[in-house]
């Protein structure tokens, strides 16, 4: 009873913070949707400059033959400009520019390999797709330019093919989508941080900080309970920040105007209800830790820099994962954070999701949060605590 009196009183508080409030709902409903938004909008972007299939040569008049080969293939030609070679490093240029000798054409009647140079700046993530293009032109070119000397000598082109690799790509229909959804997940951990650290910080540094952490204390009140109702409050101020990313995410994806982005990024009501199962444990550890963090801070300030801290380890989740060899590791789902991004981009990679994998990050996650409780419950049996303040 004790436990939902402080639970409903610490709520009740927390909602009257308005403008709080206000900051926590846009900055969490409306930033992720907006990043999804963002990457697509980016995306279609790049494959509308791949589908144009433009190639830029400096000295068109040198390789009439490759022009013609690049024609043939349905690529555009377009001169390069006087500085290209600044407009690749600054980024305002996103192709790559082919650079023909100007003996270009004498070389080859001479039957000789002729150098080419191709300069770009992959550094831009917008120009890998587009130099990638240009580079297999010059291969197919290359190609087709060895099997017609071949030919012109009595050789057989197959001479040279003693392999025929037959790709075949073993990865789900979903995993290229899930490429473009990762943001989906981080985001989503993020705001699971970030939907209780106000509260939390309010309802331990920022109740001493206003001197009303000792009168509680010395109500004859068990401390636990105390603790209990205060987690719960903060608990369900994240999940409800929480869901309502998801319902923003649900909404983003209705305005993803291009077609293949809306075939590869589906997020049904399969994934939602993944993805509320998952991050709702995380929520609760997020709360309960963001209140243990905030409890050694003795004021709101200190308080919010500890915090910044959990902010940033989560941050760091997603990088993880690039530098193992094995990918969705069973020990992963162990590791709070990397559990949930690892079952999660599993799900939107299309692949099957079983109940261990969902049980054993919701089972850490609770294991966590009576261990964090039990802490913090101790933590406030301390004077040192309770009575130090700025």
């Known amino acids: 009873m004790t436990a939902l009196t402080v639970f409903l009183k610490e709520l009740v508080d927390a909602l009257r913070d308005r403008r ?26 790049v494959e509308e400059r791949a589908a144009r299939r ?65 300069l770009f700046d992959d550094s831009h993530d917008k120009a890998q797709p587009i130099v990638r293009a240009t580079l297999r032109l010059l291969t197919a070119f290359n190609r087709e330019l060895g099997t017609q000397r071949l030919i012109a000598r009595g050789v ?65 009140i068990d401390v636990h309970a105390l603790v209990l109702g205060k987690w719960a409050a903060v608990t369900v101020c994240s999940a409800a920040i929480v869901l309502l990313t998801i319902a923003g995410f649900i909404v983003a994806m209705q305005f993803i105007r291009n077609e293949t982005l809306s075939a590869l990024m589906q997020f049904g009501a399969r994934e939602v209800a993944l993805f509320a199962v998952m991050l709702l444990p995380f929520s609760a550890l997020m709360a309960a830790v963001n209140m243990l963090a905030a409890t050694y801070g003795r004021s709101f300030k200190e308080a919010q820099t500890y915090v910044s801290y959990i902010t940033m380890l989560v941050n760091v989740a997603p990088i993880v994962p690039l530098f193992l060899s094995a990918r969705d590791a069973v020990w992963q789902l162990a590791v709070p954070a990397l559990g949930q991004l690892t079952v999660l981009m599993r799900a939107l990679r299309g692949e099957p999701v079983h109940a261990t994998d969902v049980a054993t990050p919701a089972l850490v996650c609770l294991a966590l949060v009576a261990l964090v409780l039990a802490l913090q419950a101790r933590l406030l049996a301390r004077e040192a605590i309770v009575f130090s303040r700025s």
């Open 156 to 220: 057989s082109p197959q001479l040279l093919a003693a392999l025929e690799p037959d790709e075949q790509n073993l990865s789900p229909s979903g995993a290229r989508g899930a490429q473009l959804l990762f943001i989906i997940p981080w985001v989503a951990l993020l705001v699971a941080v970030a939907g209780s650290m106000s509260v939390a910080i309010d309802v331990t540094a920022g109740e001493r900080e206003r001197g009303s952490l000792e009168p509680l204390l010395g109500n004859p």
């Open 54 to 118: 433009e190639v830029v040569i400096d000295g068109i008049e040198h390789a009439p033959t490759l022009v013609n080969f690049l024609q043939r293939a349905g690529a555009t030609i377009v001169a390069a400009p006087a500085d290209y070679a600044a407009q690749l490093r600054s980024g305002k240029l996103q192709n790559a520019v082919i650079r023909p000798p100007a003996d270009f054409e004498r070389q080859l009647a001479r039957g000789e390999t002729v150098r080419v140079d191709v």
């Open 20 to 45: 709080t409030w206000i900051v926590v709902l846009v900055s969490s409903v409306v930033a992720g949707p907006a990043a999804l938004l963002l990457v697509s909008n980016f995306v279609s972007g």
